[in-house]
Nanobody, 126 residues
Framework: QVQLVESGGGSVQPGGSLRLSCAAS????????VGWFRQAPGKEREFVGYILRLGVISYGDSVKGRITISRDNAKKTVLLQMNSLKPEDTAVYYC????????????????????WGQGTQVTVSS
């Protein structure tokens, strides 16, 4: 069982950037499909994006064009680079992992993921 740890959250002004990192405690994420979700207060957990083992990536519509998900193989982490941040991006961001392949909308559901991190807060405010 993999334990996920997110880091890199914080406060940023609108238009700014943040890079979040997801690491596997005691192991590596190389053999997992890794996803990112976010949850704002009073809202459902929302799909942000995922990256397959071989690097194929999918992004949610609300963030497409402003984020990049990548694997840092040297550090055995998955990164979420967020640019042009808006106040509506304020949320707790979670990374998730699963061992089996998934694609398209099948990966967008919260229930499609087996492992979750504790989350890291991102606040976008002037």
């Amino acid at each position: 069982q993999v334990q996920l740890v997110e880091s890199g959250g914080g406060s940023v002004q609108p238009g700014g950037s943040l890079r979040l990192s997801c690491a596997a405690s005691g192991g590596t994420l190389g053999s997992y499909v890794v996803g990112w979700f976010r949850q704002a207060p009073g809202k459902e957990r929302e799909f942000v994006g995922y990256i397959l083992r071989l690097g194929v990536i999918s992004y949610g519509d609300s963030v497409k064009g402003r984020i990049t998900i990548s694997r840092d193989n040297a550090k055995k982490t998955v990164l979420l680079q967020m640019n042009s941040l808006k106040p509506e991006d304020t949320a707790v961001y979670y990374c998730a992992a699963r061992e089996d392949y998934c694609s398209g909308s099948g990966c967008y559901r919260r229930g499609a993921w087996d492992y979750w991190g504790q989350g890291t807060q991102v606040t976008v405010s002037s």
